[in-house]
């Protein structure tokens, strides 16, 4: 009978020790989505890391007016000097939406933004990012980053974000 007890014993301090050592291992160490060239041109180009990834909002760059989806000449200029800058690093995947402020219908709105998301991509995918490793949105007035109280406010809103993924 007392066999039986340290058989079991030792079975008991055998698993016992097991568990101990599976809890020791450190889980593997998850590689990060973009190296440090990548991270210091996002950041060299404006973009800041969120919870989405790393994003890049045109709203100071490129402003839309008032019903417009069409690129400026410095704007299409700014999209292709960041659209240089991520591809020297490597970077080729991204989400491109588009914004209004709160003026006119909201189905027209999310048509218009979507255009506006479209051009972008457009001319992201001439200055040689691959167009079909960019996706679109047309989020309409659904995210305003200010307020569309004012004048100024409001063409904050119609703008262009960018968020860069990993492949």
């Avoid at 989405?52 to 200029?77: C, H, I, Q, V, Y």
């Avoid at 506006?116 to 457009?122: C, I, K, T």
């Avoid at 309409?140 to 904050?156: D, F, I, Q, T």
């Amino acid at each position: 009978m007392q066999s039986i007890y340290k058989q079991l014993r030792r079975v008991f301090l055998g698993l016992f020790m097991l568990g101990l050592l599976a809890a020791c291992q450190s889980t593997p160490e998850k590689k990060p989505l973009f190296n440090a060239e990548q991270v210091a041109t996002l950041k060299e180009q404006g973009f800041n890391q969120t919870e989405e990834g790393w994003e890049l909002s045109f709203t100071d760059k490129l402003l839309f007016d008032f019903g417009a989806s069409s690129l400026t000449a410095p704007s299409r200029a700014a999209i292709q000097k960041i659209s240089a800058a991520l591809l020297k690093v490597g970077i080729t995947h991204m989400r491109v939406e588009g914004h209004t402020d709160n003026e006119g219908a909201e189905v027209l709105n999310n048509k218009l933004s979507l255009a506006r998301a479209n051009v972008v991509a457009d001319a992201m995918g001439v200055a040689g990012i691959p167009r079909g490793n960019i996706t679109v949105k047309g989020l309409g007035m659904s995210k305003p980053v200010a307020s569309n109280a004012s004048k100024a406010g409001k063409a904050e809103n119609r703008r262009v974000t960018v968020i860069v993924s990993a492949p």
